[in-house]
């Protein structure tokens, strides 16, 4: 059972330009929310965060918006850059000793 | 070390040997975890533990799979007779102390391939 899903698995934007990463999921019962950045060959590090008492956080070019009633999040970079290139995983946690992942959106930002 | 170790960093084993995989988390972290990730899929949770206590073995998906922390640090993940749809990159990731406000960190992982 899929309980965090990423439909788009890749993503293609200008150097300067806004990317989106979108991240549905199932479980109400997700309470905080992740994202994680994984270059090739490396171990996914973590990016940003929000708990579900928030709508929205921000971190220079990152911002992470949740809208709990559509069980939605998104990832907003902005203006991205070419480093920023890499694959895009989403994660939920609902306290437990578990964290479930999407399966990852790459994104590949051209100059 | 700064960060989480594994090794190795790339096994090939053949259908039906015993593999063993090692996690060095980072100094102090008391929370340790492994996660499976098949081609194509993010990361899916094996198990947790804290200290050397095996909290939660919830995802490991067969008894052929078996992990270890004896003494609160190092962690070993073994796989027993290993399958080809053993063949992922099994990622090893810790933390202070586990909620989820706190970050996890990974390791670069153990690229097994069973041929």
């Known amino acids: 059972d899929q309980q965090v899903k990423q439909n788009s698995p890749s993503l293609s934007v200008q150097e300067g330009r806004i990317s989106i990463l979108n991240c549905d999921y199932t479980?109400?019962?997700?309470?905080?929310f992740l994202w994680y950045k994984k270059y090739p060959a490396e171990g996914p590090t973590f990016l940003i965060s929000?708990?579900?008492?928030?709508d929205k956080n921000e971190d220079g070019r990152f911002t992470v918006f949740l809208n709990k009633s559509a069980k939605h999040l998104s990832l907003h970079i902005v203006p991205s850059q070419p480093g920023d290139s890499a694959v895009y995983f989403c994660?939920?946690?609902?306290?437990?000793?578990?964290?479930?992942f999407g399966a990852g959106t790459r994104l590949t930002v051209k100059p | 070390g700064a960060g989480v170790s594994q090794s190795p960093r790339y096994k090939v084993a053949k259908r039906g040997q015993d593999v063993a995989l090692r996690c060095d988390p980072i100094?102090?972290?008391?929370?340790l975890f492994w996660y499976q990730q098949a081609l194509g899929q993010g990361p899916e949770f094996l198990t947790y533990?804290?200290?050397?206590?095996?909290?939660?073995k919830s995802g490991l998906p067969s008894d052929r799979f078996f992990a270890e922390r004896p003494e609160g640090s190092v962690s070993t993940l073994k796989i027993q007779r290993t399958q080809q749809e053993d063949s992922a990159v099994y990622l090893c990731?810790?933390?202070?102390?586990?909620?989820?406000?706190?970050?996890?960190?990974f390791g670069e992982g153990s690229w097994l391939t069973v041929v």
């Open positions: 994660a939920a946690s609902d306290n437990n000793n578990d964290m479930r």
């Open positions: 990731a810790s933390s202070l102390v586990w909620d989820p406000g706190n970050t996890i960190y």
């Open positions: 929000i708990s579900s008492i928030k």
């Open positions: 479980n109400s019962m997700f309470d905080y």
């Open positions: 100094s102090g972290h008391v929370s």
């Open positions: 533990f804290q200290n050397e206590a095996q909290l939660d």
